[in-house]
C-alpha cells in the first residue's frame, strides 16, 4: 500500500484529536474547562483549514481559517469566559447520566456516525473523504453533551461544538462552503451567542440560577 503522503497524515491526526476533545467535552463537568475544550477545537480546526487550504490552493481557506481563530478561538471563548465570571457558573449539576454511561453512550454514538457516513465518504471525491465519519460523530456527540446537560451555558457550548463538527464535515466532503454561506454562518454564531448571553441574564434575575429544570415549575403553573 502506498503510503499517505505527510499533509492528509497529519489532517487525519488532526480530525482524531477533534474526535477526542468531544469526548474529552462529553466527560467534563467543570464549565470553564468545557469553554477551554472548545476553544481547542477551534484551534484545531483553524490548523486543518489552513493546511487543505495550503494543500488545495483554495484562497477561501484562508479566510475562513481567519475567521475562525478569530471568532472560535478567541472571541467566542472570552465572551463564554467573561459570562461564566458575571453569572458565576463554574460547575453542571447532576448530569441525566453518570459519566460511564454518558461514555457508553458517546462509543456507540461513534458506531452509528461511521456507518451512517459510508454512503456520504463513497459519493465523495476529496482527499480528506474520510474524516466525514469523524465530522459526523462530532456533532452527534455534541447534540449527546447538549441533551445529557441541565446548565444552559453547558448546552450552549455543545451547540457550538455541534457547529465545529458542521464545519469540519464541510472541509471534508466539499474543502469547504462558499465564502457567502460561511459569512453568513459566523455572523448567525455570533448574533446568537449575543442574544443567549442577554438570555442568560435574563434566567439568572428570574430564578437565581442557570439550572433549566426551574423551567419545569412554569410549565406546572400554567
Known amino acids: 500500500m502506498k503510503a499517505?503522503?505527510?499533509?492528509?497524515?497529519?489532517?487525519?491526526?488532526?480530525?482524531?484529536?477533534?474526535?477526542?476533545?468531544?469526548?474529552?467535552?462529553?466527560s467534563q463537568r467543570r464549565i470553564v474547562s468545557l469553554v477551554n475544550?472548545?476553544?481547542?477545537?477551534?484551534?484545531?480546526?483553524?490548523?486543518?483549514?489552513?493546511?487543505l487550504a495550503w494543500r488545495t490552493g483554495s484562497h477561501h481557506l484562508y479566510v475562513s481559517a481567519a475567521l475562525t481563530l478569530g471568532l472560535k478561538v478567541i472571541f467566542l471563548p472570552w465572551l463564554l469566559h467573561r459570562l461564566i465570571r458575571r453569572l458565576g457558573v463554574y460547575w453542571d449539576t447532576e448530569p441525566l447520566l453518570n459519566i460511564a454511561g454518558t461514555m457508553m453512550v458517546g462509543v456507540l454514538v461513534v458506531i452509528f456516525a461511521f456507518g451512517l457516513a459510508q454512503p456520504?465518504?463513497?459519493?465523495?471525491?476529496?482527499?480528506?473523504?474520510?474524516?466525514?465519519?469523524?465530522?459526523?460523530?462530532?456533532i452527534l456527540i455534541a447534540f449527546l453533551t447538549m441533551i445529557t446537560r441541565r446548565k444552559a451555558m453547558s448546552q450552549v457550548v455543545g451547540f457550538l461544538s455541534m457547529e465545529n463538527g458542521l464545519f469540519f464535515g464541510a472541509m471534508s466532503a466539499t474543502y469547504g462552503m462558499p465564502m457567502v454561506v460561511e459569512l453568513g454562518i459566523a455572523l448567525d454564531v455570533l448574533v446568537a451567542?449575543?442574544?443567549?448571553?442577554?438570555?442568560f441574564f435574563q434566567i439568572r434575575e428570574q430564578f437565581?440560577?442557570?439550572d433549566l429544570k426551574h423551567f419545569e415549575s412554569l410549565k406546572e403553573d400554567q
Open 37 to 51: 475544550l472548545l476553544a481547542m477545537q477551534g484551534a484545531l480546526l483553524c490548523i486543518a483549514t489552513l493546511l
Open 193 to 199: 451567542m449575543l442574544v443567549l448571553g442577554v438570555f
Open 4 to 26: 499517505l503522503p505527510w499533509d492528509l497524515q497529519l489532517l487525519n491526526t488532526l480530525a482524531a484529536l477533534l474526535l477526542l476533545l468531544s469526548f474529552a467535552m462529553l
Open 120 to 138: 456520504i465518504t463513497a459519493l465523495a471525491s476529496t482527499a480528506t473523504r474520510n474524516s466525514i465519519g469523524i465530522a459526523v460523530a462530532v
Open 208 to 210: 437565581d440560577s442557570l
